[in-house]
């Protein structure tokens, strides 16, 4: 007997739906995938209110994927917002109007959560090696790392450090000035110091995995891909090489045509380069070289956690 579920990431800057089958006795497999970028959190402040455009797109969008799973045949339609809704003044409302409107589940997680079912989501995956591994997960409004020894959660962290506010302040409508990317490399690098812990921080690991579209979208780039394949991109071995390379590629471009590059949405253009330092900071950081990319990843781990009540 089987049945099929539906999982909506209801990010700061993408919205991704996943359907899968469930059978007993057996892994869920995926049945349709998709995403779009909606940039929920555009001109969001610590504190402040969810714009009534932003709002627009995201729930027009949401709205189309829930009706989308039930066509598919999704019996349980689960929404679930992260680092936006749960920072906004008006992201609960903005929920409630959503679960009101489609008739779906929408449930808020904490940063703590998000890390959580980030790692669930990369054990459905990838084979996770024996040893220390440290996994992120950038966002548009954070970034999610965790620790894992031996498959295990040792320690997570939530941090507000998400590609579409630094966006907003560094923005590179043209091409990339080094000058300007220096300053926005060492604001993240700074960041980084100050708020991970010194468990996550200063942790000798094994393996880096990297999940999210910044990551994937640097692979399909490095792999020169001119269509997007999953299968292809998950796995990939990233070098810090390969992602100065790319940073020097989309770099000498102004953002309309780094939107007309295969593989990397225009919705992407100008977030990429902040993206990519998060990357640099990280890698510097944890002292890798290079790290492993995942195609799976938070709303994999909540189709696992919709998977054990089904």
Same mark, same amino acid.
């Given at each position: 007997?089987?049945?099929?579920?539906?999982?909506?990431?209801?990010?700061?800057?993408? +919205?991704?739906? @996943?359907?899968? /089958?469930? =059978?007993?006795?057996?892994?869920?497999? #995926? +049945?349709? $995938?998709?995403?779009?970028?909606?940039?929920?959190?555009?001109? @969001?402040?610590?504190?402040?209110?969810?714009?009534?455009?932003?709002?627009?797109?995201?729930?027009?969008?949401? &709205?189309?994927? +829930?009706? =989308?799973? =039930?066509?598919?045949?999704?019996?349980?339609?689960?929404?679930?917002?992260?680092? !936006? #809704?749960?920072? $906004?003044?008006?992201?609960?409302?903005?929920?409630?109007?959503?679960? &009101?409107?489609?008739?779906?589940?929408?449930?808020?997680?904490?940063g703590d959560d998000e890390a959580r079912l980030t790692l669930r989501g990369l054990r459905?995956?990838?084979?996770?090696?024996?040893?220390?591994?440290?996994?992120?997960?950038?966002?548009?409004?954070?970034? /999610?790392?965790?620790?894992?020894?031996?498959?295990?959660?040792?320690?997570?962290?939530?941090?507000?450090?998400?590609?579409?506010?630094?966006?907003?302040?560094?923005?590179?409508?043209?091409?990339?000035?080094?000058?300007?990317?220096?300053? @926005?490399l060492d604001e993240v690098r700074a960041r980084l110091a100050d708020e991970l812990p010194?468990?996550? %921080?200063?942790?000798a690991i094994d393996v880096l995995v990297g999940t999210a579209g910044t990551v994937t979208?640097?692979?399909?780039?490095?792999?020169?891909?001119? &269509?997007?394949?999953?299968?292809?991109?998950? %796995?990939? =071995? @990233?070098?810090? !090489?390969?992602?100065?390379?790319?940073?020097?590629?989309?770099? &000498?471009?102004?953002?309309?045509?780094?939107? !007309?590059?295969?593989?990397?949405?225009?919705?992407?253009?100008?977030?990429?380069?902040?993206?990519?330092?998060?990357?640099?900071?990280?890698? /510097?950081?944890?002292? #890798?070289?290079?790290?492993?990319?995942?195609?799976?990843?938070?709303? /994999?781990?909540?189709?696992?956690?919709?998977?054990?009540?089904?």
């Amino acid at each position: 007997m089987s049945a099929r579920a539906a999982v909506i990431d209801l990010g700061t800057n993408t +919205v991704r739906l @996943l359907v899968a /089958e469930m =059978r007993a006795g057996a892994p869920w497999s #995926v +049945v349709h $995938a998709e995403q779009r970028v909606t940039r929920l959190g555009e001109g @969001l402040r610590p504190g402040g209110a969810l714009g009534e455009a932003p709002m627009a797109r995201t729930r027009s969008v949401v &709205a189309g994927y +829930v009706a =989308r799973a =039930r066509d598919a045949g999704a019996t349980t339609v689960r929404v679930v917002g992260t680092s !936006a #809704v749960r920072e $906004a003044a008006n992201g609960r409302a903005f929920a409630a109007e959503l679960a &009101a409107a489609t008739g779906a589940r929408v449930d808020v997680i904490s940063g703590d959560d998000e890390a959580r079912l980030t790692l669930r989501g990369l054990r459905h995956g990838l084979t996770l090696p024996a040893g220390a591994m440290i996994a992120f997960d950038i966002g548009g409004g954070s970034t /999610e790392y965790v620790l894992a020894r031996d498959g295990a959660l040792a320690a997570a962290i939530s941090l507000r450090l998400g590609v579409v506010p630094l966006t907003e302040r560094f923005p590179f409508p043209g091409p990339v000035a080094p000058a300007g990317f220096a300053t @926005l490399l060492d604001e993240v690098r700074a960041r980084l110091a100050d708020e991970l812990p010194r468990e996550i %921080g200063e942790a000798a690991i094994d393996v880096l995995v990297g999940t999210a579209g910044t990551v994937t979208t640097l692979a399909a780039l490095d792999l020169r891909l001119a &269509a997007y394949d999953p299968a292809r991109v998950h %796995g990939h =071995r @990233l070098s810090r !090489a390969a992602v100065d390379a790319q940073l020097a590629r989309l770099g &000498a471009l102004p953002v309309e045509a780094r939107g !007309a590059l295969p593989c990397l949405e225009p919705g992407r253009a100008d977030l990429i380069v902040p993206g990519i330092a998060i990357v640099l900071a990280t890698m /510097e950081r944890l002292r #890798v070289d290079a790290l492993v990319v995942s195609e799976y990843g938070l709303r /994999e781990g909540i189709m696992d956690l919709v998977s054990e009540s089904a």
